[in-house]
Nanobody, 117 residues
């Protein structure tokens, strides 16, 4: 069964840090582009960061210099390190995968991140 399971969300004060993890099950992890999206109330889901099988990385302008995406192919896990958090980062964060060859897309269930004092 294919699953993407996120963890690490929660409440943090502005300026704080969180690390999200996404464990993948049932996919050929090393041939998937992995990414993180987020969605806040009233807004469309938007790309936060992505990392290809070869390690090419793309960040949304809003998070450049603050967030870092990485992947561990041995652990079938992708991470999102979020530093210098802002209230505008508050959203549900979703893990995403896209097959390099199949182009099949999959989503995790989402994890809530709230930045508030």
């Amino acid at each position: 069964q294919v699953r993407l399971v996120e963890s690490g969300g929660g409440l943090v004060q502005p300026g704080g840090s969180l690390r999200l993890s996404c464990a993948a099950f049932g996919i050929v992890f090393e041939t998937n582009t992995m990414g993180w999206y987020r969605q806040s109330p009233g807004n469309q889901r938007e790309l936060v960061a992505s990392i290809t099988p070869s390690g090419d990385i793309n960040y949304a302008d809003a998070v450049k210099g603050r967030f870092t995406i990485s992947r561990d192919n041995a652990k079938l896990t992708v991470y999102l390190q979020m530093n210098s958090e802002k209230p505008a980062d508050t959203a549900v964060y979703y893990c995403h995968s896209e097959g390099q060859y199949t182009k099949r897309r999959r989503w995790g269930q989402g994890t809530q991140v709230t930045i508030s004092s």
